[in-house]
């Protein structure tokens, strides 16, 4: 695949996207929606691809959201400005149904859709220098895909706080926030984001994906739901892939699985 704003690239089967568009602080267009669900599709469907990172790379911004020619046609036409924030919230949806984990690596400015989508993968990482928000609000502008990610992330109160005070966050202030997971100089920041991805891809993709369904499915469940969800997965894994009995078997004999071999 080639593309025209961002870069893709698969080693050991890590996905690593950079956002290419610098000048514009990679922000959306039509063009990037439309390369994103081709990269998301892919990554979808190549069983080799394991993990998926998102990055700015060494940019100053990870992505500040819908760009302003955009920007410029949709305030001028509401429909329009629905079709585009829907298709946002659908490619936001889709990276998280992924049956592989994702990261946001978070490089710099991130605000609104792009903020939005960073919330939509597993993890995010932040450099140290980086600056994350929603930022909607400070516009007069409503966010259309953060706010309840936000509460099952950081809960309501944290949320309330990240959305309307339209604050920026740096990179230590996002941890303690809990909107990431670390945050780390921006130079060793790639690095990072591949060490946490290879630190998931050792283990069968089955296994992790299956794992992923539990916290989809369970979203709003209760204990007594996600104990039910829990077992019915595990049920349905162990009955239709041999990675569980080729753990066990591999334990047992005092090697390592087949899938670990090099």
Not at 9 to 20: C, H, L, M, Y
Not at 67 to 73: I, K, N, Q, S
Not at 191 to 210: F, H, N, Q, V, Y
């Amino acid at each position: 695949m080639k593309f025209e704003t961002l870069a893709l690239e698969v080693e050991d089967g890590i996905a690593t996207v950079t956002f290419a568009t610098p000048r514009q602080l990679n922000s959306i267009s039509e063009q990037r929606l439309d390369e994103l669900d081709e990269v998301v599709a892919r990554a979808r469907d190549d069983a080799s691809i394991r993990a998926l990172i998102l990055t700015g790379g060494q940019a100053s911004a990870f992505c500040v959201g819908l760009d302003l020619a955009l920007l410029d046609r949709a305030f001028k036409d509401l429909p329009y400005f629905m079709q585009m924030v829907g298709r946002v919230g659908r490619l936001i949806s889709a990276i998280e149904a992924l049956p592989i984990p994702t990261i946001a690596a978070v490089n710099g400015w991130c605000r609104a859709g792009g903020f939005e989508i960073a919330l939509g993968c597993d993890f995010i990482l932040v450099a140290d220098e980086a600056h994350i928000g929603d930022a909607h609000t400070d516009a007069g502008v409503l966010p259309v895909a953060s706010s309840l990610r936000l509460k099952r992330r950081i809960g309501e109160q944290r949320a309330k706080e990240v959305i309307w005070t339209a604050r920026w966050y740096r990179g230590a202030e996002a941890v303690a926030a809990g909107l990431a997971l670390k945050s780390v100089p921006l130079a060793a920041l790639h690095g990072e984001a591949l060490a946490l991805a290879r630190s998931i891809t050792d283990k069968p993709r089955a296994c992790i994906a299956a794992n992923k369904s539990v916290y989809q499915r369970g979203v709003d469940a209760t204990v007594a739901e996600g104990m039910a969800i829990e077992l019915e997965v595990f049920e349905a894994y162990m009955g239709s892939e041999p990675y569980g009995l080729e753990g066990y078997t591999a334990y047992r004999e005092g090697r390592a699985p087949l899938w670990k071999r090099g």
